[in-house]
């Protein structure tokens, strides 16, 4: 009788035989990583103690930690990607079954495994509004994307308000209540390994996407990032959805930036101007050499104040 493949030779295939470690420059500076290497297929950080930040062309920075019990898992790629994450993290993380998965929120770039993990048994944590949003049809009005409600199994299972907490493994998760991106934001916390998962609360690759129909605003941006700041030190690795690992300076670069950047924005407001007249404004000019074109930064982020600052507007 032949041998049954395990799931990591069968996911191999799609990577060609696997991934490799490595370590990218931010806009705002170099985080620091252990070991580099790099194949066409995709790219891994390797931060220690088994934990690793794995990268696949095209898909949202995933980490991963393997432990005794398996994998746990920080994002999950696209639902088109996710044979290739999978296939990435055994690669480095070895074959056992994932048995937890964090959603930092509820964008289909970080639920693409949902509901093929939560088929497998895993523990899918997130916020409660996470939860929400993923039960239900969604639609942007700046571009009309709708997003459908992801299967009962796909579902996070697990899920927190306003506490986070600890598993046994030392692994620590908390709420962003801020509402940098979403109203369901959370971090991950490897205390040990000192690495701090943030999802799309920070961007460490050109200007973040503003989410306000599902809660996100500039002010929360400044807050989030604020928050994450105080759980971070000098060493910390921090590995936000896109882009390379960050440090604690790259942190404080961006709080420094959408702080000048939110109050900007917050005067445009209150004087009666409205998303065209922020844009042409341009209340971002010192930082667009480094960050890119920002007008739809900029009307998505004016454009998240009407129901903070201007609840009747």
Do not use: C
């Not at 693409?112 to 039960?135: D, F, K, M, Y």
Request: proline share 5%; hydrophobic share 40%.
């Amino acid at each position: 009788m032949a041998r049954r493949q395990t799931r990591r030779e069968m996911l191999k295939t799609v990577l060609g035989g696997g991934v490799a470690t490595a370590l990218g420059g931010s806009v705002f500076g170099a985080g620091r990583a252990s070991r580099r290497a790099q194949t066409d297929a995709g790219e891994s950080i390797e931060l220690g103690g088994g934990v690793f930040v794995v990268r696949v062309p095209g898909q949202a920075n995933v980490v991963a930690r393997a432990d005794a019990d398996g994998v746990l898992l920080v994002d999950g790629g696209s639902a088109e990607g996710s044979e290739r994450v999978l296939a990435a993290v055994d690669g480095v993380a070895g074959d056992g079954p994932v048995h937890t998965l964090f959603n930092t929120h509820w964008h289909p770039e970080q639920t693409g495994s949902n509901v093929r993990l939560g088929g497998e048994g895993a523990t899918i944590i997130a916020q409660e509004n996470t939860r929400l949003w993923l039960t239900t049809d969604v639609t942007w009005p700046w571009n009309g994307r709708r997003f459908e409600p992801l299967p009962e199994i796909g579902q996070p299972n697990r899920t927190f308000y306003d506490v986070g907490g600890d598993l046994p493994s030392g692994v620590r998760y908390g709420y962003i209540p801020d509402a940098a991106h979403t109203d369901g934001d959370l971090y991950v916390h490897f205390p040990e390994e000192n690495v701090l998962a943030v999802g799309d609360a920070v961007s460490g690759d050109g200007w973040p996407v503003v989410d306000w129909w599902t809660g996100g605003w500039i002010g929360g941006i400044v807050g989030g990032i604020e928050r994450l700041i105080a759980l971070a030190d000098a060493e910390t690795r921090i590995v936000p959805a896109r882009g390379p690992v960050l440090g604690l300076t790259d942190l404080e670069e961006q709080y420094e930036m959408y702080g000048v950047i939110y109050s900007r924005l917050s005067q445009l407001l209150n004087s009666g101007r409205g998303p065209d007249e922020a844009v042409d404004a341009r209340p971002t000019e010192e930082y667009d050499a480094r960050m890119g074109n920002p007008d739809e930064f900029v009307r998505r982020a004016f454009e998240s104040q009407w129901a903070y600052l201007s609840p009747d507007a």
